[in-house]
C-alpha cells in the first residue's frame, strides 16, 4: 500500500494523520447539503484508515467542515457506525454556520494552531483548494491527497 510506503519512510517517528471525510472517507452528494449520517462510507479508504490505526506510531484524526452546527452531530454518528477505532477525542469537525470564514480558511487555522512537538504532521484531503491553501499558509504539514487511499 503507497500510503504505508509514505508512513514508513519515517521510521519510528511520531506521525499526526489528519483525514477529511466528505469525499474521502464518505460519499459526496454534490447538491445534496445535510442528512451526513445517510453517506455512503467508501471501504476501501476506511479499511486502509483501519490496518494503519494499528501502526504504533500513527495516531489518525478526523479534521472535517460542515455547513451547519445539526453537521458535526451526524458525522459523529456517521464516524460511530463506520469508523468507531477513531477516538471521539480525535474528531475536530468545525461548522461554518456561526464563522464568516471558507473551509480552507477554517482548516489552515486549525492546523496552524496544532501543538507541534517532533512529529509528522499530515492532512489527507480531497479539495485542491484547500490543499494549495494550506500548502500556501502552513509551511510544516505534509499534504496527501485522498488517492493515496484508493491504490
Known sequence: MYLKEILNSYGDKKIKMYIDMDGVIADYDVGKPGNFDKKRPLYTS???LKE???MDNVSIYILSITRKDIG???KNIWLDKYMPFIDKNNRFILSKEK????SSELKVDFLKNIKR???VIILIDDDPLILKSVMDNVNDIVLLKDTVLVD
Do not use: P, R
Open 52 to 54: 494503519i490505526s494499528f
Open 46 to 48: 476506511i479499511d486502509k
Open 117 to 119: 512537538e517532533d512529529e
Open 99 to 102: 464563522e464568516s470564514k471558507s
Open 72 to 74: 458535526i452531530y451526524e
